[in-house]
């Protein structure tokens, strides 16, 4: 047998994925199962997507494109980016991606050597780390408090810049999941002047970028001076309900983008034209209906987190963006002795033989989020706030809670 690397045997992934199977094999084996583990749409795909998508497919639009996307998507993009943010860009400075995940990946190949040290805001998205690791670079954690509305510490991000020439990286992820923290633009601005002029680059992931429930989503990038030190990624997938057609793009200036191409050359090669074809038509023509769906992903997960603030022993924050709600849990956890992520699985598999409840614990995004589950609202109303009754009576579950810890001592807390 051939040994892995040790990169290989390091790699953690996205736990959402495992809950995922879980909540889908007990489904096949016949329990009902309330799913707000994963953060995908419940819409499908937006309408004029569909059919330019069918139409690009049928004209044979199916070889490779240039790496950096089609000339036509990235026109596109940039006429996007100036009418939702004013942020005046040329095609030149967009790049085509699979989604916006694989832009962490080329990011720190860009910019990161092994042994530098990058600044990641904890609980984060899962990924960051493997992208960080695979160059060899260091993750440093600065902690989103729940009392501040999971804004970012600026006095951390002020340390981190100050701390030398090995810190190269800022990650940054505003609407945040899973917190549903907002930057506001004085958070912006506030990180722009610490790191402008600095060798030091930064990655804005701006997937929830359409749901911003107060106020407008700041992006780093309108900034002054910031288009040579960011990159910022936006995806289709939340948008425009596209998961699954894997389109997204980055924003940055015309030279990081021509690097960013070459990187995608040398694994993707590009990302499928009818793809980008039914990109455009989303941008070009479904904004009406992607903002009603936003505002239906708005009412939906207030109507959650307000559902949630009425449990004994849970407090959650109304998010300031994206449709999760992030309810802190410690105190059940405290009382059950058990980890949040064990409270998450104990509702899936433990609580009940005939129905669970799939989410996440919190410490699925780090160790920050330990005391804390993340649930989306991709389910119908009725069926979120049936969720919600059971969680309330599940928590109060003692025997059955301690036999599931009996049954998975690692769900144990210390
Ligand atoms: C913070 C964050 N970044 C990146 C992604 C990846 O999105 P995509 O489907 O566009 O690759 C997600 C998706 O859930 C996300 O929440």
């Known amino acids: 047998m051939v040994s892995f690397s040790r990169f290989a045997q390091s790699v953690r992934t996205e736990t959402a994925f495992d809950v995922l199977a879980a909540a889908r094999r007990l489904k096949a084996q016949g329990k009902e199962v309330i799913e707000l583990e994963i953060g995908d749409s419940p819409f499908p795909t937006s309408t004029s997507a569909i059919e330019a998508g069918i139409r690009a497919i049928r004209d044979d639009r199916?070889?490779?494109?240039?790496?950096?996307?089609?000339?036509?998507?990235?026109?596109?993009?940039?006429?996007?980016?100036?009418?939702?943010?004013?942020?005046?860009?040329?095609?030149?400075?967009?790049?085509?991606?699979?989604?916006?995940?694989?832009?962490?990946?080329?990011?720190?190949?860009?910019?990161?050597?092994?042994?530098?040290?990058?600044?990641?805001?904890?609980?984060?998205?899962?990924?960051?780390?493997?992208?960080?690791?695979?160059?060899?670079?260091?993750?440093?954690?600065?902690?989103?408090?729940?009392?501040?509305?999971?804004?970012?510490n600026l006095d951390d991000v002020a340390r981190f810049v100050a701390s030398g020439p090995r810190a190269r990286a800022v990650f940054l992820n505003s609407p945040h999941n899973p917190t549903g923290g907002l930057m506001t633009e004085s958070d912006v601005r506030a990180i722009a002047d610490l790191v402008r002029g600095q060798d030091i680059a930064v990655f804005s992931d701006e997937p929830y970028d359409r749901m911003v429930w107060h106020g407008e989503h700041h992006t780093i990038l309108r900034q002054p001076g910031m288009f040579e030190q960011v990159v910022s990624a936006y995806t289709f997938s939340k948008s425009y309900s596209m998961s699954g057609?894997?389109?997204?793009?980055?924003?940055?200036s015309a030279p990081i983008a021509q690097l960013i191409a070459k990187l995608t050359n040398t694994c993707l090669s590009c990302v499928p034209p009818f793809t980008q074809l039914a990109g455009i038509a989303a941008l070009e023509h479904?904004?009406?209906?992607?903002?009603?769906?936003?505002?239906?992903?708005r009412d939906k997960v207030m109507r959650l987190v307000d559902a949630l603030n009425?449990?004994?022993?849970?407090?959650?924050?109304?998010?300031?963006?994206?449709?999760?709600?992030?309810?802190?849990?410690?105190?059940?956890?405290e009382r059950h002795r058990i980890r949040s992520h064990g409270l998450a699985m104990y509702l899936l598999e433990g609580a009940d033989d005939r129905m669970g409840v799939a989410c996440l614990g919190g410490e699925c995004f780090g160790e920050a989020g330990q005391g804390f589950l993340r649930l989306s609202c991709a389910e119908p109303d009725d069926r979120l706030l049936r969720a919600v009754d059971f969680m309330a009576d599940a928590f109060g579950r003692v025997d059955r809670i301690a036999a599931y810890l009996n049954a998975n001592p690692k769900f144990r807390a210390a």
């Open 286 to 297: 479904d904004d009406a209906e992607r903002d009603a769906r936003m505002r239906e992903f």
């Open 62 to 152: 199916c070889h490779y494109g240039p790496s950096a996307g089609l000339p036509e998507f990235r026109d596109a993009v940039a006429r996007y980016m100036k009418r939702e943010y004013r942020v005046d860009i040329t095609a030149e400075q967009v790049v085509a991606g699979p989604g916006a995940k694989t832009f962490e990946q080329l990011f720190c190949e860009a910019f990161l050597d092994p042994g530098d040290r990058v600044l990641v805001f904890s609980p984060y998205f899962p990924t960051y780390p493997p992208n960080i690791a695979r160059r060899g670079a260091v993750l440093e954690t600065s902690t989103l408090e729940q009392s501040r509305d999971f804004r970012p």
């Open 310 to 333: 009425r449990i004994e022993g849970v407090v959650c924050n109304r998010p300031g963006g994206t449709f999760y709600a992030f309810p802190n849990v410690r105190a059940v956890c």
């Open 245 to 252: 057609w894997r389109l997204g793009f980055a924003v940055t």
